[in-house]
T-cell receptor
Framework: NAGVTQTPKFRVLKTGQSMTLLCAQDMNHEYMYWYRQDPGMGLRLIHY???????AKGEVPDGYNVSRLKKQNFLLGLESAAPSQTSVYFC???????????FGPGTRLTVL | AQSVTQPDIHITVSEGASLELRCNYS??????LFWYVQSPGQGLQLLLK??????LVQGIKGFEAEFKRSQSSFNLRKPSVHWSDAAEYFC????????????FGGGTRVLVKP
């Protein structure tokens, strides 16, 4: 099993450009999450999904959109990137809140 | 709103010495509690978790944590640190049915001296 995979691993954008980050899991988990990690702030939840076709806002959702068209995939979109979105993005999945969240390796995004 | 505080941003410890990382949370009920470790350039890996029952929890890599309700704390300990324990450690709190979400502390970076 590959676990949780994320593509791409690195990306540099110019302000105003758009992009989509892809997260895939092969563990048949219902729950999937997108976090951003910034120095000294731990991980902050952007959006999450409790099942195929569902999405919900987390702590810092502004400027991001998500979709969960297939159970195994969770996409994070930036429609118009801003320098404040420079961060490391992690995707995670879990069977439920009482089970561990499995994390992907992260995507390092720089917005110039 | 719930919050998680890790008071120590950096800790330096000698190899073979003991380690304790502090975590305090703010929430009315007893939440689900987790400790994760992140090695440089990697994702997060679960060390241990507490939901209920015995307040001393054993985890992987020789780590343990103790839940103290009166202090709203969930401190992580290891009796003898190895050089491979150098990493960043995150405490996290979950609200369970109230949202299926985790709130993370700011993290503690551990440096291990030879």
């Amino acid at each position: 099993n590959a676990g949780v995979t994320q593509t791409p691993k690195f990306r540099v954008l110019k302000t105003g450009q758009s992009m989509t980050l892809l997260c895939a899991q092969d563990m048949n988990h219902e729950y999937m999450y997108w976090y951003r990690q910034d120095p000294g702030m731990g991980l902050r939840l952007i959006h999450y999904s409790v099942g195929e076709g569902t999405t919900a806002k987390g702590e810092v959702p502004d400027g991001y959109n998500v979709s969960r068209l297939k159970k195994q995939n969770f996409l994070l979109g930036l429609e118009s990137a801003a320098p404040s979105q420079t961060s490391v993005y992690f995707c995670a999945s879990s069977y439920s809140i009482m089970n561990e969240q499995f994390f992907g390796p992260g995507t390092r995004l720089t917005v110039l | 709103a719930q919050s998680v505080t890790q008071p120590d941003i950096h800790i330096t410890v000698s190899e073979g010495a003991s380690l304790e990382l502090r975590c305090n949370y703010s929430y009315g009920a007893t939440p689900y509690l987790f400790w994760y470790v992140q090695s440089p350039g990697q994702g997060l890996q679960l060390l241990l978790k507490y939901f209920s029952g015995d307040t001393l929890v054993q985890g992987i890599k020789g780590f343990e944590a103790e839940f103290k309700r009166s202090q709203s704390s969930f401190n992580l300990r290891k009796p003898s640190v190895h050089w491979s324990d150098a990493a960043e450690y995150f405490c996290a709190v979950g609200l369970g049915a109230a949202g299926n979400k985790l709130t993370f502390g700011g993290g503690t970076r551990v440096l291990v001296k030879p």
